[in-house]
């Protein structure tokens, strides 16, 4: 596939000392056929795995790896390659190069580049699964989220040291995808890509698990109307929830998304319905939900609404105030206990005892599954990027770690996929 939904964007590509290093000499020819220019800084270790004449080849640009070249640095100095940068991506970014970054470290000039540099940066995770999964790295990438660098991966699967669980770095072509989508969802008009369509990770059926099931999604807060100025609502920010339409219009299906009100673009392919209260979002639900074949509440619905909200603004007339509030409907539970429901997926955001709570609300609203989030974890969850979950099942459990929140949506997508063929 030929695109040039990068042009005009250059992207610093930063190589970690991991074996999934022989990816990024295909990462590299992903990224350029996409139209944009990559300059590749190297860790002294990543030279241990692949050469940097490959990468000078494939980048047409010599590769960077030491502070103290003074040809490189009469060339390209680092603080000039962290400003020429759009994007940095680390491909594949080592538990000891989190670590290293989390720690603000200047040690070498990939982790320089980093500090340097004002460009966003992403980062693709690439280690054994039980290092990635030890509080340490944990602690590191929920760090490095909440101080803004995005995180792309890992995936789940088999991994070069023989053993299978979350660490791969992510394929590629798909690191060049999510390149594609971070510039067209911050696209301003003066650099937007001249064609900004966001292709599936594969074009192929196979890659495709979800064509011809049609689903609904519902994401957001909810609005509950005080009077016509104030309402109450939450931090939702919607990002999940559309992380889901996204990954499940790339997988194939036909998505509607009943969206609260949120700052986000409509994913593309999807059709959106924009409500307010949790009464609109179970009307617009009820409305759509016929013939549809998966059902995710995602939203964040308000508890609560007010008994009755004023039709004027209310003065500030006395000291105190009560509001009387009465219970809203639950859009899940009502879907769940629909004669010819679909395959019902919900989330829990508890902050302790998460399995007993996402066990008990996975029974009681007649789920066939719920995904549950730590939200006390600092990072993850409401309003962050990135996300871990624990999903739950009558006949199974799985654990997905901290990653980006689109990455995590697949891999939800896949599981539905793979419980509701059981069905
Ligand atoms: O009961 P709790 O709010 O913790 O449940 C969360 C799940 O239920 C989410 O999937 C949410 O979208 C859904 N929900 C709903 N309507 C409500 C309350 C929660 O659909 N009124």
Redesign the pocket.
Known sequence: MMSVSLTNKNILLGIGGGIAAYKSADLVRRLKERGCDVRVVMSQSAMEFITPLTLQALSGHPVASSLLDPAAEAAMGHIELARWADLVIIAPATANLLARLTAGMADELITTACLATEAPIALCPAMNQQMYRNAATQANLACLAERGYTLWGPANGSQACGEIGPGRMLEPLDIAIMAEQFFSQSATPAVAAPNPTVAAPNDDTSAKPLLGQAVLI?AGPTREAIDPVRYISNHSSGKMGFALATAAAQLGAAVTLVSGPVNLPTPEGVTRIDVES?QEMLDAVLEHVDKKHIFI?????A?YRVQAPASSKIKKATEEMQLALVR?????ATVAHLPHRPFTV????ETHDVEAYARD?LKR?NLDMIAANDVSVAGLGFNADTNALRVFWPQGNQEFPATDKLTLARQLLSLIVKEKQKT
Do not use: R
């Not at 509440?297 to 619905?301: K, M, Q, S, W």
């Not at 809203?328 to 899940?332: F, K, M």
């Not at 919900?346 to 955001?349: E, L």
């Open positions: 519902t949790a509440g995602c939203a964040a619905v508890d809203n409907p639950d859009i899940l919900g989330f829990a955001a609300k609203k």
